[in-house]
């Protein structure tokens, strides 16, 4: 069996949404120490809906697909949806990692969660102002 599924080395060979959004209305970023990966979200949001997504991941090809994966999933989403995106349903939508890959799914999911709260600190902000 190999080690990764065919979308794990279709998303790692040909990411999505990959680079930066300049004045982006979230971005988190988060890293691994133990494992060097670190992944950086972008997003870009209108109307409460994540109309663009970008991301920067330094780390291996299981770092690389989940990014790619988890842009994928939120990207045309209501905010309120993309929050609930689990490390979970990204592993399952690249048809599985091998389990001692599965904190890339996190940091992934981590990085989104970080960009989403970014956004909503921005806002409120804004609100204020």
């Known amino acids: 069996m190999a080690l990764y599924s065919d979308k794990v080395m279709d998303h790692f060979l040909k990411p999505r949404n990959l680079g930066v ?20 979200m972008y997003l870009k949001i209108d109307d409460d809906i ?4 970008k991301f920067e991941t330094f780390g291996c090809a299981s770092a690389i697909a989940s990014s790619s994966m988890a842009t994928e999933l939120i990207k045309g989403q209501r905010v309120e949806d993309a929050m609930k ?22 940091l992934a999911e981590e990085a989104i969660q970080a960009a989403l709260e970014d956004y909503k600190n921005k806002s409120q902000g804004n609100a204020e102002n």
């Open 21 to 40: 959004i300049e004045n982006a209305d979230g971005i988190g970023e988060v890293g691994n120490a133990r494992c060097g990966d670190i992944m950086k």
């Open 50 to 53: 994540i109309t663009d997504v």
């Open 85 to 106: 995106l689990t490390n979970k349903a990204v592993a399952e939508a690249l048809d599985g990692l091998p389990a001692y890959k599965m904190h890339c799914s996190v």
